[in-house]
């Protein structure tokens, strides 16, 4: 009988990983119909505290903004200087199409990249794709993403998940770049998911 492998995945930290988030615009969050709008807000939120409280970089893309909108007032208001040089782009549907973008996260000098997009099964498939095609290691954080139907997530993941990709929650992205909520580092990361996540539990 032949014995299974089991991959061990690289453990992704503060140190050597890049949160990005791909087109969470003002249009693209109302598309959402595959979890709660809430859910998907208040992960990203998360997402983006973490960047901004452990010096990870922080890197934001719109699309086609004279259409879709600019980016979430939530993030906007939580890394105004992201926010500020956020990777504006034109139809191009993969962001990696976008040689500054591009460009920029290589500068970076970082392969794990933890990634959330909208929609789940378009601007965040083609960015996840495409960066394993460019060598990185992507981990899709599914609870900040979200598309037009429940389907539409399921077979993304799949997809994504035969091309290499980790997909995760944040919960599981918060206790692995934090693995220790006893000690002070980790207790920036356990208010963060109070303050975001626990305190609105049965509202």
């Avoid at 699309?63 to 879709?68: G, L, N, R």
């Avoid at 997530?153 to 006893?182: H, I, K, M, P």
Wanted: glycine share 8%; aromatic share 6%; with cysteine.
């Amino acid at each position: 009988m032949n014995k299974i492998e089991h991959r061990v995945e690289p453990r992704f930290t503060t140190q050597d990983s890049i949160i990005m988030l791909v087109d969470h615009q003002s249009g693209t969050i109302n598309w959402v119909k595959s979890l709660p709008v809430a859910t998907v807000i208040a992960s990203c939120r998360v997402l983006t505290r973490m960047a901004t409280s452990y010096d990870m970089p922080l890197v934001l893309t719109t699309t086609m903004e004279e259409v879709v909108g600019p980016t979430i007032p939530d993030i906007q208001s939580l890394a105004g200087d992201a926010y500020n040089n956020r990777y504006k782009r034109g139809g191009q549907l993969s962001c990696w199409d976008d040689d500054a973008l591009r460009a920029g996260v290589e500068k970076l000098g970082r392969k794990n990249i933890i990634l959330a997009g909208l929609t789940t099964d378009i601007c965040l498939f083609w960015a996840a794709r495409d960066g394993l095609k460019l060598g990185y290691n992507i981990m899709v954080v599914a609870d900040a993403c979200g598309t037009m139907a429940s389907l539409g997530d399921q077979l993304t993941y799949d997809r994504l998940r035969d091309l290499g990709a980790v997909v995760t929650v944040t919960n599981q992205v918060v206790t692995e770049l934090v693995d220790n909520f006893g000690t002070p580092e980790g207790q920036k990361a356990q208010a963060i998911m109070g303050d975001e996540i626990i305190s609105k539990l049965g509202q």
